[in-house]
């Protein structure tokens, strides 16, 4: 009989195991119900986290002192209650048996030593290791923070992928009612301004020179590379070598800032003499000033349309063009 005093024994403690267990998950999901992420301890994260566990955890680990000066602690913080407040209020009846919890390093000290952590935040995902989803490996999943994304949408997603065959309660996020009120007084302000400066404004949208010289200084900035500049991050100037500094990327593939610069100014200039070529000179009523101006601003278009085509030739050798004085 001693074999069967032996099985009853060793029954009752895997009994008294599971019991705990389920304690423990009660113990815990009552407080998240009333306040979520749960704020925990050296003592209970390692009370939450013992195995056999028959639920899931979602630990943070964080650094929210201002000693440790962790911006990215901060900027997520507000982030995980959101997710955790969210997931705890649509899975009141605890279907997915998950738990959230947050220990900050002032509070955990311990704990942060024996994992060797040297950076914050953490995020430990720690799975069942009984029950019907129970994983083979008992050691926490990792979130990765350093693929950039630190919202309560993107951690959700991964905790779901996780956590197959059980509720993912959506991210709910509380309305913003400042926001909202200040969008509608911002909006009534904006249509009582428009409503009374109308009179003065219209003639002044309406302006065709107006919209033309808009059209022109957009035209000016995309044609010469301004997008370009802002999608490539190219850098203002570059070493040539040899001590100095280079104005011009060789080739027609590349370009620095102040490049862009040089030639819209120049574009800018060659359009300011076609426009007062064909809009002003025409008004002009003395002949011979007229036949200066159209002299002037016509050696000046040639001049800087020269000084362009030797731009050209520069970036890339095999350009066919050339026109004096600049060869």
């Excluded at 926490?140 to 992928?161: K, M």
């Excluded at 040639?302 to 970036?315: D, W």
Aim: with cysteine.
């Amino acid at each position: 009989m001693r074999w069967l005093s032996t099985f009853v024994t060793a029954a009752l403690s895997l009994a008294a195991v599971a019991t705990a267990k389920k304690d423990v998950f009660a113990e815990y999901h009552a407080k998240a119900l009333s306040s979520s992420p749960v704020k925990m301890t050296d003592s209970s994260y390692r009370k939450l986290t013992s195995t056999p566990r028959d639920y899931t955890a979602a630990i943070l680990l964080t650094a929210l002192d201002k000693r440790f000066a962790c911006q990215l602690c901060h900027d997520f913080q507000p982030e995980w209650e959101i997710l955790s407040s969210s997931w705890t209020k649509g899975d009141k009846k605890a279907a997915s048996r998950t738990i959230f919890g947050t220990l900050d390093f002032s509070d955990g000290r311990d704990t942060f030593m024996s994992l060797g952590l040297q950076t914050a935040p953490v995020l430990l995902l720690f799975q069942p290791t009984t029950g019907p989803h129970a994983v083979a490996n008992a050691e926490p999943l990792r979130y990765d923070f350093a693929s950039g994304n630190q919202n309560a949408d993107a951690v959700h997603a991964w905790i779901a992928r996780n956590l197959e065959g059980r509720p993912h309660p959506k991210v709910s996020r509380p309305i913003n009612y400042v926001k909202i009120i200040v969008t509608i007084v911002s909006g009534l302000a904006i249509v009582g301004a428009v409503a009374k400066l109308g009179p003065y404004l219209l003639p002044v949208v309406q302006s065709r020179n107006l919209w033309a010289t808009i059209s022109l200084i957009g035209i000016l900035l995309f044609t010469s590379g301004h997008m370009f500049n802002q999608i490539r991050k190219v850098p203002y100037v570059a070493g040539n070598g040899k001590g100095g500094v280079s104005y011009f990327a060789g080739g027609f593939q590349s370009q620095y800032g102040l490049e862009t610069q040089i030639i819209a100014f120049l574009y800018g200039l060659l359009s300011f003499a076609t426009i007062y070529l064909a809009v002003r000179a025409p008004r002009i009523k003395e002949r011979r000033l007229q036949q200066i101006m159209i002299i002037g601003w016509g050696v000046l278009m040639f001049v800087i349309y020269s000084f362009l085509l030797s731009i050209f030739r520069m970036k890339n050798g095999g350009y066919p063009f050339k026109l004096p004085p600049f060869f």
